[in-house]
C-alpha cells in the first residue's frame, strides 16, 4: 500500500509512479503463477492417463466354449431322376420331356421321382397337362371339343399319401395344344397325341421322404356325344413336365466309431 503524508507532498508524482509500477508488477505475477498452476495441473492429467493401467489379458488357454453351429447349406435346385414307365416324348418346340401318368394303385406302374437325403422340407415343381389326341378332320367338323379333369394321387415310395394334383383344360382347335411331339408318322414327324393345357403343381415333400409317386385316380372327358369316366389301371390319365426339386442336403451322417479289437486269449 502507497501512503501519502504531509512530508511527501513535494515528492507525491514520483511516489504515485512508483506505486502503480509496483501495481501492475505484482498482478502480472499473479497471471504467471496461475498459469503456471493451470500448465501443472494439465500435464499432471496427461500424465496419469498416459500411465493408467490397461486391464490385464487372460493368457490363452486352448479351451473354446461350445462351437457355434455350422450354417445350413444353401438350396440346390436341379431336376431330379425319374423312372417314366410310359413316355410320350420330347417336345418339337422346347424338347421338354413329357411322360404319361397311368391309372392304378400298383407303384411299380407309378412315375417314380427319387429324391436326394434333404435338410428340412423338400419343394418338388412340377407342371400338369391332360393328353389329347388331335384330329383335324374332327377340328374341321366342329367335333373336336374336349373337356378333361384328370385327378393324381401323389404318395412317398412307402405308399403314405402326400397329396392331391388336379388338373381341367378344354380343347377346340390345334392352338390349345401345348406343342406337338416329335417321332410320330403324322406331317413334319409328329405324333397324334398331345398334351393341352398346363397347370403349374407345387408340393412340399417331408423330410425323410426318398421317393415320390405319382399314379391316376380318375380321369373325366366331356365330349360332343357325352361324358367318359376313367378308373381302370393302366391306362393314360395325364401328362407331367418340367419336374425340378428344391432342397437343403441333409448334412453327412458321422462316422461309425470302430469296434474294439478283441482281445487275443492267452495260451496255455
Not at 17 to 46: G, P, T
Not at 117 to 140: D, I
Not at 146 to 171: M, N, P
Not at 241 to 267: C, F, T
Amino acid at each position: 500500500m502507497c501512503h501519502y503524508g504531509r512530508r511527501a507532498r513535494r515528492s507525491r508524482p514520483v511516489r504515485r509512479y512508483a506505486c502503480s509500477v509496483s501495481r501492475i508488477l505484482v498482478r502480472r505475477a499473479f497471471v504467471i503463477i496461475l498459469l503456471a498452476l493451470a500448465a501443472a495441473a494439465s500435464a499432471d492429467a496427461q500424465t496419469s492417463k498416459a500411465t493408467a493401467k490397461k486391464p490385464a489379458t487372460r493368457p490363452a488357454t486352448g479351451k473354446t466354449g461350445a462351437a457355434s453351429p455350422k450354417p445350413p447349406a444353401p438350396p440346390v435346385r436341379e431336376a431330379p431322376l425319374m423312372q417314366c414307365p410310359s413316355i410320350l416324348g420330347n417336345g418339337v418346340t422346347t424338347q421338354r420331356l413329357y411322360c404319361d401318368v397311368l391309372g392304378g394303385t400298383d407303384p411299380s406302374a407309378g412315375l417314380r421321382v427319387t429324391l436326394p437325403p434333404h435338410a428340412g422340407p423338400l419343394k418338388l415343381s412340377l407342371t400338369l397337362h391332360n393328353r389329347q389326341t388331335y384330329s383335324e378332320s374332327e377340328v374341321k367338323a366342329g367335333r373336336a371339343f374336349a373337356r378333361y379333369t384328370a385327378t393324381l394321387r401323389v404318395a412317398s415310395g412307402t405308399g403314405e399319401a402326400i397329396a392331391q394334383a388336379v388338373v381341367r383344360s378344354e380343347f377346340r382347335t390345334e392352338k390349345d395344344l401345348v406343342e406337338r411331339i416329335a417321332g410320330g408318322a403324322g406331317p413334319g414327324g409328329v405324333k397324334a397325341v398331345a398334351p393341352t393345357g398346363a397347370e403349374p403343381v407345387v408340393l412340399t415333400v417331408p423330410e425323410g421322404v426318398a421317393e415320390v409317386i405319382l399314379s391316376g385316380e380318375r380321369l373325366s372327358i366331356e365330349r360332343v356325344g357325352g361324358t367318359e369316366v376313367v378308373t381302370a389301371p393302366g391306362r393314360p390319365y395325364a401328362v407331367v413336365s418340367g419336374v425340378e426339386i428344391e432342397y437343403r442336403p441333409a448334412p453327412p451322417a458321422p462316422p461309425k466309431a470302430k469296434p474294439k479289437p478283441k482281445p487275443k486269449s492267452q495260451r496255455r
